[in-house]
Nanobody, 128 residues
Framework: QGQLVESGGGLVQTGDSLRLSCAVGGIDIRSYAMGWFRQGPGKEREFVAAVRPTGLYTYYGDSVKGRFAVSRDNVKKAAYLQMDNLKPEDTAVYYC?????????????????????WGQGTQVTVNP
């Protein structure tokens, strides 16, 4: 069973940066694409970013393109989400997820149902 543990969330001001980490245990991270999702108050879970196993292919939600960067370190068994120029609308619980099904269709990675394992989430709050 996979265990995903997020860290790095916190309370920041508009324009600040944060780096989220996702520690992966119980599965071979090299066989999984890693995704990041978020869920704000009263909102549905939203795709943020994903990175395929080798790190060569990355995908982003429209609202974070140009501000966020997803990466991974298979040796350290971790995935990361660098968030720059944060805005109040980025306030949410951020979740790390892993999927063992690797496809060439970008939209596959946008759906929460595509992922096998999930972390518990880390809160990010951005003050105006």
């Amino acid at each position: 069973q996979g265990q995903l543990v997020e860290s790095g969330g916190g309370l920041v001001q508009t324009g600040d940066s944060l780096r989220l980490s996702c520690a992966v245990g119980g599965i071979d991270i090299r066989s999984y694409a890693m995704g990041w999702f978020r869920q704000g108050p009263g909102k549905e879970r939203e795709f943020v970013a994903a990175v395929r196993p080798t790190g060569l292919y990355t995908y982003y939600g429209d609202s974070v393109k140009g501000r966020f960067a997803v990466s991974r370190d298979n040796v350290k068994k971790a995935a990361y989400l660098q968030m720059d120029n944060l805005k109040p609308e980025d306030t949410a619980v951020y979740y790390c997820a892993a999927t063992s099904r690797i496809v060439n269709t970008e939209s596959w990675y946008f759906a929460p149902s595509s992922y096998n394992y999930w972390g518990q989430g880390t809160q990010v709050t951005v003050n105006p």
